[in-house]
């Protein structure tokens, strides 16, 4: 176990804080909030490309659209389907 890791556990703090992971929260089959990316790669109708610091988080469906974006935060609607990450 990585020291951010441990020290996550310690104090009792979540991983993605300390780690700088990101956080994806979805509600139902029609919203995704992702915290902690690092910008948006590819935006389409039935596709939608984070990036993040373990990866491409990639998140298929049909009519998204971006509610919000911000230098922290992006929340997503559509209809999804897939949501996957790639290394």
Do not use: W
């Amino acid at each position: 176990m990585d020291l951010k890791r441990r020290l996550s556990d310690a104090l009792d703090i979540p991983q993605e804080i300390v780690m700088n992971v990101p956080s994806l929260k979805v509600v139902g089959d029609s919203e995704i909030i992702i915290e902690n990316h690092k910008g948006i790669i590819e935006y389409g109708k039935n596709v939608v490309r984070v990036d993040s610091n373990i990866g491409i988080i990639n998140i298929k469906g049909s009519d998204f659209i971006i509610k919000s974006i911000t230098q922290d935060e992006i929340e997503l609607l559509g209809k999804i389907e897939v949501i996957e990450y790639i290394k």
